[in-house]
């Protein structure tokens, strides 16, 4: 499975950005996609994810602010950012799940999001 992200940028508190990620390879094996953040001198932590089922998941911080959403063919991921807050800043990577318990990772390259306040 390989991730492309793209969509990062520079954005004023309060502003929006959506982030997409598109998947490519072996996507009968992908269960779950989703989108994990890392700030400096922080470890990373899940901002949304989304299951094949259309279940979704979302970080405590980010409930109410963010929206994840994938295309209808599945094999692309969003992220709809509202509401950014300078705490949002971080590298954000687009994740896929696969095995029968989603227990193996497969990560995208990571796309920065700035928010100023």
């Known amino acids: 499975v390989q991730l492309q992200a793209s969509g990062g940028g520079l954005v004023q508190a309060g502003g929006s950005l959506r982030l997409a990620c598109a998947a490519s390879g072996t996507m009968f094996s992908i269960n779950g996609l989703g989108w994990y953040r890392q700030a400096p001198g922080k470890q990373r932590e899940l901002v949304a994810a989304?299951?094949?089922?259309?279940?979704?998941n979302y970080g405590d911080s980010v409930k109410g602010r963010f929206t994840i959403s994938t295309n209808s063919a599945k094999n692309t991921v969003y992220l709809q950012m509202d509401s950014l807050k300078p705490e949002d800043t971080a590298v954000y990577y687009c994740?896929?799940?696969?095995?029968?318990?989603?227990?193996?990772?497969?990560w995208g390259q990571g796309t920065q999001v700035t928010v100023s306040s």
């Open positions: 994740n896929a799940k696969t095995g029968r318990r989603m227990e193996y990772d497969h």
């Open positions: 989304i299951s094949i089922g259309g279940g979704t």
